[in-house]
């Protein structure tokens, strides 16, 4: 079951070099994770400081 980053995202940049896999990338006004690339390591979720990153 792949992350998803919901609206507490502050879009700070910090996830996307905690993916081992790069399936994060800046969207319009938040990061989006890539569902099909995310391989569900929770390294994004420990790394956001605002609980944006959540299972689906």
Partial sequence: MAHYINDNCSNCGTCP????VGAIAPGDG???IDEDACIDCGACEDCCANDAIQIR
Avoid: R, S, V
Wanted: charged fraction near 15%; aromatic fraction near 14%.
């Fill in 30 to 32: 938040i990061h989006i």
């Fill in 17 to 20: 070099d905690y993916c081992p």
